[in-house]
């Protein structure tokens, strides 16, 4: 990189929030899979006109600007893969406002999502969305991405709760979008628009997110299935009943066996699946009787035990146990990669049964648990990267796991994203046409290709 | 709590390489929540290291060392690390092999020539190890006993700095209260060695060992009883390691643990004090050292008292700043991360912070002085002494 370009970003935001040694580089060149891509400098704004500063000098030198929050992604989208400036949003952590009566927040991009849900729930406020990184991942990235979670499967992804943005566009102008308005239909949904956008058609700096209030009560259910068959058809049993709980989380045998290894809480080893289930709500009575309903219905098609945690600590022992089965695979193998697939929510028994056929096929584990809910499974195959015969199968096995998803009238990420690493499916998911009209609005907005490029949408 | 890198299982680099880099780390890490910059994350050490290996760093340089130095080895991050990965031990075999390669940094290699030449960390003469014992109202029993059930090893920090010496002072009085038959060592103690072992060296903290090993079992003691949590965790869980047997011949034991049993006994009397008081659990006498329950039963034991927790505790505690040698490398890193944890006393509510270590009560009381807090900090020594007096 031009030294130049180094010199003109600490005039403009300051010495000390300008990375280039090769210590820093090295610890911004990665996220939460195994692709690694060194920048050639790295920034850490604290305000939108930091942020406008920056992307204004990689423009004037037609230099890629990767914004990250921290980098806990699951497909490579915050990978500086063609170098140039990582902008780290970390440092732009406030809560400018918390809005009791109308019940929403106005926060920085780089709040840790945990940080802000402790913050709201101490004045009985809630913002459900809840990925597994709800401790290692900002607000920013998780609108990036509009990441999702166990309890979307009631209360809507991160794209729900969004009411308006502060944007910095790639020439470095400052766009607010939405408002705390809730119904706004004036214009097009500009905030919507950069939702799921990964950074590449503007940089989120700023977000009014929508808040409800805490649900006060929640039970939570382990249920043990002999089958897994019998356990995906038990979910749209639920479903169909008319009943929401909030949330229906699978987990298959080997996700089960890697969290006790990790754990040692005493999950069952001799059921080929666990549904995690919980309802919660304003009423203790009725979130009782909505758990015991939920019980009796899984006893009917299957599960051969309920255990409805006792106290809040083993329910969160139970989530904690849940959250930690993406990390927990590394008990199993070196290397993993997590796919993110969707499919109709009764499509999920099929879609299992031809993923295990397909580990067969290759002698690799897969490992599947996700939000049965909803639909949205992750696939986790277990391989050893210094492997070159195994890392060749997970090539494939994944293009495999891709015709499942769309043959099923699914589709690639349910909320991890795009990033690198489904870039190569994107047309057949898609089609020409939408590939097409996307790259036009990608164009509108960043005309040099400069805001993360080689992320989301295959170039031309 | 894992083994040392006395006896290291699998490599550095080979443990690096089970890191997912899901992050998890960056939640639990005082320093990076500190400063926001992944630089000063297990994730970024670990990743460090496989870059190393990997080729994508050619050679370890100064800056590379900084990053593992601008630690407090406090242990959060192998706690939660969901994948297994001992980030602690990869952290302290790195450190070894920048010692062996000349990249320690100046102010702790000065620390480790120090502790060599004067057998304590402050470069006084270690005849002077009881200087706290003068003071005292009567003098204490266990001064110069040549036998004894109770070896009390003291620690260089109370021994040499005057603001702890409260600690061994308070010790000693109860422990003559009770009856306790104890011997203190005096100038025969020696650093325990666990600076220069979590400096990389060692190699020269294996000669201490050996000789505070030697002076116990000479002097047939049965039990040893430090109040420090690093002499606690080095003697109990590296000693026998580095000396490769399975068993000291003595027993270590905790000041907490050894007062949880006289206290539950009942033969002491504990009057009221009735305040709202929170526990810090140091990193190495809790997460690291495994002993969790036996402070919480010795502030049981006294009426009136109100223990109310900090979010982070136990298991999850957040470190004082005061660990892995970071004060004498980044003090100002030190100095935020005993502010972040003093506001959590604050937030809930406590009028005294007790820990159980002379280490924490120094740095969470200048951070409770600086921050302006009222909040009182002591250690747990001095609280059961004060519970004994009229």
């Given amino acids: 990189m031009n030294s130049a370009v180094i010199e003109q970003l600490e005039q403009a935001i300051g010495a000390n929030k300008v990375l280039s040694s090769p210590i820093d580089l090295i610890a911004y060149s990665f996220d939460g899979t195994f692709e690694q891509h060194l920048p050639d400098v790295v920034v850490l704004p604290e305000t939108n006109e930091q942020v406008a500063a920056v992307v204004r000098i990689a423009s004037q030198y037609d230099t890629p600007v990767v914004p990250r929050g921290m980098s806990s992604g699951l497909a490579g989208g915050s990978i500086p893969v063609r170098g140039g400036i990582v902008l780290s949003l970390t440092h732009m952590n406030r809560i400018l406002e918390i809005d009791e009566e109308n019940m929403m927040a106005t926060v920085q991009a780089g709040i840790i999502t945990a940080n802000l849900q402790a913050e709201v729930e101490k004045l009985g406020l809630f913002y459900p969305p809840d990925p597994a990184s709800v401790k290692q991942s900002t607000i920013g990235g998780n609108v990036a991405c509009n990441a999702g979670g166990p309890r979307c499967l009631k209360y809507g992804v991160t794209g729900n709760y969004v009411m308006g943005l502060t944007v910095v566009l790639a020439d470095g102008r400052i766009v607010r979008t939405g408002g705390k308005a809730i119904k706004y239909v004036t214009g097009f949904n500009m905030n919507q628009f950069f939702v799921g956008s990964e950074g590449a058609l503007g940089i989120i700096t700023e977000v009014i997110l929508r808040l409800i209030c805490k649900p006060p009560h929640a039970r939570t259910a382990l249920v043990h299935f002999p089958t897994l068959e019998d356990a995906g058809h038990t979910v749209h049993s639920v479903l169909t009943r008319g009943l929401v709980p909030a949330a229906m989380e699978l987990l298959d045998e080997t996700a089960i066996e890697c969290i006790e290894e990790a754990m040692q809480m005493g999950l069952p080893l001799d059921v080929e699946a666990l549904l995690v289930i919980e309802s919660d709500g304003a009423d203790e009575e009725s979130v009782q009787r909505e758990i015991d309903a939920i019980a009796d219905i899984c006893l009917e098609t299957g599960a051969s035990r309920v255990d409805v945690a006792r106290n809040e600590e083993e329910r969160a022992e139970l989530w904690r146990a849940r959250r930690s089965v993406s990390p927990s695979l590394a008990h199993k193998a070196p290397n993993k990669l997590g796919e993110d697939i969707t499919v109709p929510r009764n499509s999920i028994p099929e879609a299992v049964r031809r993923i295990k056929s397909i580990s067969a096929k290759y002698g690799l584990p897969i490992v599947v648990f996700g939000h049965a809910g909803d639909g949205n499974l992750h696939p986790n195959i277990l391989f050893d990267k210094r492997d070159p015969e195994q890392w060749e199968k997970v090539e494939q096995i994944v293009g495999e796991i891709f015709q499942v998803a769309l043959a099923l009238g699914g589709t690639l990420s349910g909320e991890h994203g795009i990033g690198t690493f489904k870039l190569p499916y994107m047309r057949e998911a898609l089609g020409p046409a939408s590939i097409n009209i996307q790259w036009r609005v990608k164009q509108a907005l960043d005309p040099q290709n400069i805001l993360n490029p080689g992320k989301v949408l295959p170039e031309p | ?390």
Avoid at chain 2, 93 to 121: C, F, H, K, V
Avoid at chain 2, 281 to 302: M, N, S, T, Y
Wanted: charged share 25%; net charge negative.
């Fill in chain 2, 1 to 390: 709590m894992n083994e040392s890198i006395i006896a290291p299982q699998r490599s550095a680099e080979e443990e690096a390489r089970y890191c997912v880099r899901c992050g998890l780390c960056l939640s639990v890490c005082p320093t990076y929540r500190e400063s926001l910059t992944e630089t000063d994350s297990p994730r970024a050490r670990v990743a460090l290291v496989r870059a190393l290996k990997e080729g994508l760093l050619e050679t370890p340089t100064d800056e590379y060392s900084s990053a593992f130095f601008r630690c407090l080895l406090c242990g959060a991050c192998t706690f939660i690390c969901p994948s297994g990965v001992a980030v602690d031990r990869i952290l302290e075999m790195t450190r070894g092999e920048l010692a062996g390669q000349g990249l320690l940094p100046q102010a702790l290699s000065d620390l480790d020539d120090r502790i060599t030449e004067y057998r304590n960390i402050s470069a006084e003469k270690n005849e002077g190890r009881l200087i706290w014992a003068d003071n005292l109202p009567t003098p204490p029993t266990g001064l110069g006993k040549k036998r004894a059930e109770v070896a009390y090893f003291v620690g260089c920090v109370s021994s040499f700095f005057p603001r702890s010496y409260k600690v061994p002072q308070a010790l000693v009085q109860i422990l003559d209260r009770a009856g306790v038959d104890y011997t203190l060592l005096g100038g025969a103690e020696w650093c325990c060695g666990y600076p220069m072992f979590i400096n990389g060296e060692i190699e020269r903290a294996r000669e201490l060992i050996r000789h505070n090993v030697e002076t116990v079992r000479a002097m047939g003691v049965k039990k040893v009883v430090t109040t420090c949590p690093s002499c606690f965790h080095f003697w109990k869980h590296s000693y026998p390691v580095a000396l490769g047997i399975d068993d000291l011949g003595v027993e270590v034991q905790h000041a907490t643990e050894f007062l949880a049993d006289l206290l539950e006994a009942g033969d002491l009397e504990l009057h009221e004090i009735r305040e709202n008081v929170t526990y810090h659990d140091p990193c190495d006498l809790g997460r690291k050292g495994g002993v969790i329950e036996a402070p919480r039963r010795v502030l049981a034991q006294i009426p009136g008292l109100r223990l109310v927790e900090m979010d982070e505790n136990r298991d999850s505690s957040h470190c004082c700043g005061g660990g892995g040698n970071l004060e004498s490398f980044a003090p100002e890193v030190s100095k935020a991360v005993s502010r972040n944890r003093i506001r959590q006393a604050a937030e809930v509510g406590a009028g005294t912070l007790v820990s159980a270590c002379q280490q924490c009560e120094r740095t969470l009381a200048n951070a409770a002085r600086a921050e302006r807090l009222r909040i009182r900090v002591k250690d747990i020594t001095e609280v059961v002494l004060e519970a004994m007096e009229e």
